[in-house]
């Protein structure tokens, strides 16, 4: 089976641009996880979404957005980017919602450079 | 979520057991231990989770103290490629989601 895919897996952007990132969760996962990892802030979970609905958001400024189609498929967005945005974006898919023991799975990551 | 707390670093020579600790005294009765690790440059691996029974699977065994307040995660006979950052999560069984909330991890350097 296939695992969790991240695109692009490398990024540069300039201040003030957009970007967006791809993930593709295991095919029948139906949850998404977005996290951000920066070396000063270590791992911070951004926001989940289970079957289109964004179910829990972490506590990051409104720029930073996602949304999840019907297959699962996953896109965060930030806009008017920021130096401190720089960091690897890691994506992770889990089969169904909540349970104790719903593994997740991580993907490779984007790694964003905003300079 | 119950906060942990993790020793920074820890060394192990290969082939030994590596056990890392996990305190955790303010869990609830209803929270889980998650055990994830991360390579450098990957993204986190799950390990190994349980409750308040000591758990073993293929990659490592968990025990949990009796009063559930600390953990150790222990790797048998650990290799080079163990070395790692590996995070102790604590949190409720829920339908609400799937966040976890990682603290700083501790980077186990395997020696050869």
């Known amino acids: 089976k296939a695992g969790v895919t991240q695109t692009p897996r490398y990024l540069i952007k300039t201040r003030g641009q957009q970007v967006t990132l791809s993930c593709s969760p295991i095919?029948?996962?139906?949850?998404v996880s977005w996290y951000q990892q920066t070396p000063g802030q270590g791992l911070q979970f951004l926001f989940e979404y289970f079957s289109e609905t964004q179910r829990n958001k972490g506590n990051f400024p409104g720029r930073f957005s996602g949304r999840q189609f019907s297959n699962s498929r996953s896109e965060m967005n930030v806009s008017t980017l920021e130096l401190g945005d720089s960091a690897l974006y890691l994506c992770?898919?889990?089969?169904?919602?909540?349970?104790?023991?719903?593994?997740?799975?991580f993907g490779p990551g984007t790694r964003l450079t905003v300079l | 979520d119950a906060k942990t707390t993790q020793p920074p670093s820890m060394d192990c020579a290969e082939g030994r057991a590596a056990n890392l600790p996990c305190n955790h005294s303010t869990i609830s009765g209803n929270e889980y231990v998650y055990w994830y690790r991360q390579i450098h440059s990957q993204g986190p691996q799950y390990i190994i989770h349980g409750l308040k029974n000591n758990e073993t699977n293929e990659m490592a065994s968990l025990i949990i103290t009796e009063d559930r307040k600390s953990s150790t995660l222990i790797l048998p006979h650990a290799t080079l490629r163990d070395t790692a950052v590996y995070y102790c999560?604590?949190?409720?069984?829920?339908?609400?989601?799937?966040?976890?909330?990682f603290g700083g991890g501790t980077r186990l350097m395997v020696k050869p």
């Open positions: 095919s029948g996962h139906r949850s």
């Open positions: 992770a898919s889990s089969f169904a919602g909540g349970a104790a023991y719903n593994e997740q799975f």
């Open positions: 999560i604590v949190r409720v069984a829920s339908n609400a989601g799937n966040m976890l909330t």
